[in-house]
């Protein structure tokens, strides 16, 4: 159909009528402005109107349809051609609409996804740049109590306490360095100052500058034949370094590690820290082990010597009445790198008639404790699940020269000499 056509037709027989737009709509119940819009082309009466225009304008449907007044059978064959022809286009028209709609909402999903994608990458690359950036906080007392008041908020990272327990090592998210001098720096980009009484430095490495500094080496080492004289590799966060231990160290070994390895002032060489580890090591206990033992009760507890400069035999109370002492322990070939956790591999079982609460009677909650390496406790007494309920903590010390008479009356009992160290097994890995 030809609105334009439509549309001026219409004009001409209401004018003919003598009938003003305004008279004209009122005749068909609707508004001027949609008169005005049928005799413009700009659109089409609803069908349900048409009967009511011809009869006021003195016309045939068909006539109304082609835009102009014949009656013949032509005109009204061409008439319904009209009507098919209009209903084809206004279905296109509708395709074409939903087809646009679609590859629209489409596209808008694609960038959202994208805008999704890209500020999840913005923000990786933020913490990726940012993440556990350190300081160092003096004064560790004050510290402490201003954290524990809650004057200061959770950091997201870790926090370490120094081996002269006189420093804090803090960890913390933050979006830029202060400007040095002042008390502020951002933490989840909230602005907020510390306690004055609290010393802050800044160091000058991030956790993830050591930690990528440490798995390059890592790497190599893992993947290439033993170094030899090399002891170990740790992150010290103290020190702001990754810390590569020899048992002897020289100006070769030392060129020969940063041509092959890496060369970095992240790097710290440092010597013979294992070598007295080696020779304490020496008291290993002898009784024959077998498997670890699959079948007890639940855990009590745990208790072990607080040296940790080997790796001791360890005893766990169970609640059926046996023990079981763990006498041997996985780990790497010698001068061999290698990231393991304890694993004991043997143990020897027995039975025990004690009530073992009353060790803790004469122990001290670890709760708030910290023990540096040169006072570190002579017991701990790790707690299974029910006692940790019942206490309200994870574990008890026996401090260092103190007396535990009930300990004692228990390892004379079963006899057993928790200062033994405990038996290695190599693995080949």
């Excluded at 939903?98 to 489409?106: G, K, N, P």
């Excluded at 502020?184 to 990528?212: A, R």
Aim: proline share 2%; charged share 30%.
């Amino acid at each position: 159909m030809d609105q334009e056509k439509i549309g001026k037709f219409i004009s001409k027989l209401r004018k003919d009528k003598k009938l003003t737009q305004e008279q004209f709509s009122e005749k068909m119940g609707v508004s001027t402005n949609a008169v005005s819009k049928w005799e413009r082309g700009i659109s089409f009466p609803d069908v349900s109107l048409l009967k009511k225009i011809c009869n006021e304008l003195d016309i045939s449907i068909e006539e109304l349809i082609n835009g102009e007044k014949n009656n013949s059978e032509e005109a009204k064959e061409k008439a319904v051609f009209n009507v098919i022809e209009s209903r084809n286009k206004t279905k296109k028209r509708l395709k074409t609409i939903i087809t646009v709609s679609l590859l629209f909402i489409l596209t808008l999903i694609v960038l959202s996804t994208l805008l999704y994608k890209n500020k999840e990458k913005e923000i990786d690359n933020f913490y990726e740049k940012n993440y556990q950036m350190s300081f160092v906080a003096r004064n560790i007392e004050a510290f402490l109590k201003y954290r524990y008041d809650g004057k200061y908020p959770d950091y997201y990272g870790g926090m370490y306490i120094s081996n002269d327990a006189n420093n804090v090592i803090v960890e913390i998210v933050k979006e830029k360095l202060p400007v040095k001098g002042t008390r502020e720096f951002y933490y989840y980009n909230e602005l907020f100052t510390v306690d004055k009484s609290i010393k802050i430095e800044y160091v000058k490495y991030s956790y993830n500058d050591l930690s990528d500094t440490y798995n390059k080496i890592n790497d190599y080492l893992l993947t290439n034949e033993p170094i030899k004289e090399l002891n170990s590799v740790s992150i010290d966060v103290y020190k702001n370094r990754v810390v590569v231990d020899f048992v002897e160290l020289t100006e070769d070994i030392k060129n020969n590690f940063k041509e092959k390895i890496i060369d970095s002032d992240l790097v710290m060489f440092t010597t013979g820290s294992k070598l007295s580890i080696k020779n304490k090591c020496t008291n290993s206990y002898n009784k024959l082990a077998t498997d670890i033992l699959k079948e007890h009760g639940n855990l009590l507890m745990s208790i072990n010597v607080g040296n940790k400069s080997y790796v001791p035999i360890s005893l766990s109370l169970y609640d059926d009445g046996t023990y079981e002492l763990f006498t041997a322990y996985e780990s790497c070939m010698p001068n061999r790198n290698c990231n393991m956790i304890l694993k004991y591999t043997k143990s020897i079982k027995g039975k025990y008639n004690y009530d073992i609460e009353k060790i803790l009677s004469e122990s001290k909650n670890a709760n708030n404790l910290s023990f540096d390496m040169d006072n570190l406790p002579e017991y701990e007494i790790t707690l299974g699940e029910s006692l940790i309920n019942k206490y309200n903590t994870l574990s008890f010390v026996v401090e260092k020269n103190k007396n535990n008479k009930y300990l004692d009356e228990l390892l004379n009992l079963i006899d057993i000499d928790l200062n033994k160290c405990a038996n290695v097994e190599y693995v080949n890995e």
